[in-house]
């Protein structure tokens, strides 16, 4: 009597987690993702913020908060 086969069936063949496109494709890209991370912040490092003579308002609104004691002053 031959012995039965061991071999996994092809479902389970075609299931295995390495053999999954999608899966390399979502490590690929968290991957690069936090390569990109890695890149913005060495060269935001490597340069200076050098501040720029700008109005000191945004669409109207003042960018820094006013003394209340030059607004109380009569």
Do not use: K, N
């Not at 890695?38 to 960018?63: C, K, M, N, Q, Y």
């Amino acid at each position: 009597m031959p012995a039965p086969r061991t071999e996994p069936s092809r479902i389970e063949a075609d299931g295995r987690w390495y053999q999954q496109p999608i899966l390399w494709l979502g490590v690929v890209v968290f991957v690069a993702s936090l390569a990109g991370c890695a890149w913005i912040i060495v060269a935001s490092a490597r340069s200076a913020d050098t501040p720029l003579e700008t109005a000191h308002t945004v669409f109207g609104v003042p960018a820094s908060a006013h003394s209340s004691h030059a607004a109380s002053a009569p």
